[in-house]
């Protein structure tokens, strides 16, 4: 009876670890070295996606994302939005960003859009995956310059490509000065594509794709190793 209950304890361990989600991972140096990620997939159909790129390093009190948009045509925006309004209605890249290693249910959501306005917030998702009626709210960030977060985005129309690069205060996620070395994240990255014709429907990418149109499924997060 007791080789019975450890075969079945047994299969039952490899039947979770053959169902868990699979998702990337991603070495993070200090500055100047980055950990580069790119992806190609949209979501949720797999269907090929403009690339993007993503590098990012750490310094003694901060986060460095560098996001690039290859194969850009519209640069669609909003120019009346300003920080922290919907500019995920148009075309943004976007960070989801936590420090620990469980599927999170509370995390900082970073947008940037090819007029450099920027979004940054913290969501509220307890059920990790948006499920209707479920609590889910965001807390923004309200003077975000003023905290350590900066952005700086550069058009290059002949090239197809527009590229933020952004600050995000390490403090945010009590990472004292000079500790970020050896922290363990998880994060994911999109970005999202419309047109003047096409708007409000948008196409969607991930560098770990959801298996449905949200990017707010915390168990498709990616782990993220600063080294």
């Known amino acids: 009876m007791h080789n019975l209950f450890a075969l079945t304890a047994a299969a039952a361990g490899l039947f979770a670890t053959a169902s868990a989600t699979k998702v990337p991972s991603v070495n993070v140096p200090a500055c100047p070295r980055v950990g580069s990620i790119s992806y190609s997939k949209s979501v949720p159909d797999l269907t090929p996606f403009p690339r993007t790129q993503v590098d990012l390093c750490y310094t003694d009190t901060s986060l460095e994302l560098a996001f690039t948009a290859f194969d850009e045509v519209n640069y669609y925006f909003n120019a009346s939005q300003g920080i922290n309004d919907d500019i995920w ?10 420090k620990g290693t469980d599927d999170p249910q509370t995390y900082v959501e970073l947008e940037v859009n090819p007029n450099n306005v920027t979004y940054q917030a913290f969501v509220y998702n307890p059920s990790k995956n948006r499920t209707a009626g479920a609590p889910f709210d965001h807390f923004f960030v309200s003077d975000p310059a003023a905290d350590g977060f900066s952005a700086t985005t550069v058009l290059n129309k002949p090239a197809k490509t527009w590229k933020s690069t952004v600050t995000v205060p390490l403090g945010i996620f009590n990472v004292d000065e000079c500790k970020a070395k050896g922290t363990q994240w998880r994060m994911n990255f999109f970005r999202t594509i419309t047109s003047p014709e096409t708007y409000p429907n948008q196409t969607l990418g991930a560098w770990s794709p959801p298996n449905e149109a ?9 782990h993220v190793n600063f080294v």
């Open 214 to 222: 949200s990017f707010h499924i915390s168990k498709y997060f990616g």
């Open 89 to 98: 209605e148009y075309e943004v890249m976007e960070a989801f960003l936590y």
